[in-house]
T-cell receptor, first 108, second 113 residues
Framework: KNEVEQSPQNLTAQEGEFITINCSYS?????LHWLQQHPGGGIVSLFM???GKKKHGRLIATINIQEKHSSLHITASHPRDSAVYIC??????????FGTGTRLQVFP | DGGITQSPKYLFRKEGQNVTLSCEQN?????MYWYRQDPGQGLRLIYY???????QKGDIAEGYSVSREKKESFPLTVTSAQKNPTAFYLC????????????FGNGTRLTVT
């Protein structure tokens, strides 16, 4: 069993739809990262959160430490949101475990 | 603008040759990391360094080597001992430990034939 699991693996949406990507983990953590990987391969850090909710533009990340679950929401999705979204959790002070990613395609 | 530069973007080598991937950052970050990405798998840690002149093996260090002679530079050498070197390689940095925000380069796609 993977220590970090994301769902769904693939997601397609029409422009304007509300998107939810989920991340469940089995290790105890102090913080969780959400990352975005564009088709060219570069990765951008979206959020790092340890409790509650964070919002940046149309992106919202939530985390429930007790349930070991985090969600990434995209409101009013747009084709430029098409990317792979990855969650990652620390398993000690130096290392991260990465999920395998959720591939999102948003069509006009 | 501060950031991480990886070069080259694409790299082709013949089997049996060593190859060095470059990673430079101007963010003044202490920690630097090398990850490997294969289709259908999460990123896997190859090596990391928390300070200059010190580095640690990650989960898949066999067949790789690194150096950290300068704070801004963390080159990765893929040696001929790496059994399956064809992959996408990502360099990252952070101000401190992994509970700090990460900054990634754009990656190098290595193909070995």
């Amino acid at each position: 069993k993977n220590e970090v699991e994301q769902s769904p693996q693939n997601l397609t949406a029409q422009e304007g739809e509300f998107i939810t990507i989920n991340c469940s983990y089995s290790v105890g953590i102090s913080a969780l990262h959400w990352l975005q990987q564009h088709p060219g391969g570069g990765i951008v850090s979206l959020f790092m959160l340890s409790s509650g909710k964070k919002k940046h533009g149309r992106l919202i990340a939530t985390i429930n430490i007790q349930e070991k679950h985090s969600s990434l929401h995209i409101t009013a999705s747009h084709p430029r949101d098409s990317a792979v979204y990855i969650c990652a959790v620390p398993y000690n002070t130096d290392k991260l475990i990465f999920g395998t990613g959720t591939r999102l395609q948003v069509f006009p | 603008d501060g950031g991480i530069t990886q070069s080259p973007k694409y790299l082709f080598r013949k089997e049996g040759q060593n190859v060095t991937l470059s990673c430079e950052q101007n963010l003044n970050h202490d920690a630097m990391y090398w990850y490997r990405q294969d289709p259908g798998q999460g990123l896997r840690l190859i090596y990391y360094s928390q300070i200059v002149n010190d580095f640690q093996k990650g989960d898949i260090a066999e067949g790789y080597s690194v150096s950290r002679e300068k704070k801004e530079s963390f080159p990765l050498t893929v040696t001929s001992a790496q059994k399956n070197p064809t992959a996408f390689y990502l360099c990252a940095s952070s101000p401190g430990q992994v509970v700090s925000p990460l900054h990634f380069g754009n990656g190098t796609r290595l193909t070995v034939t």
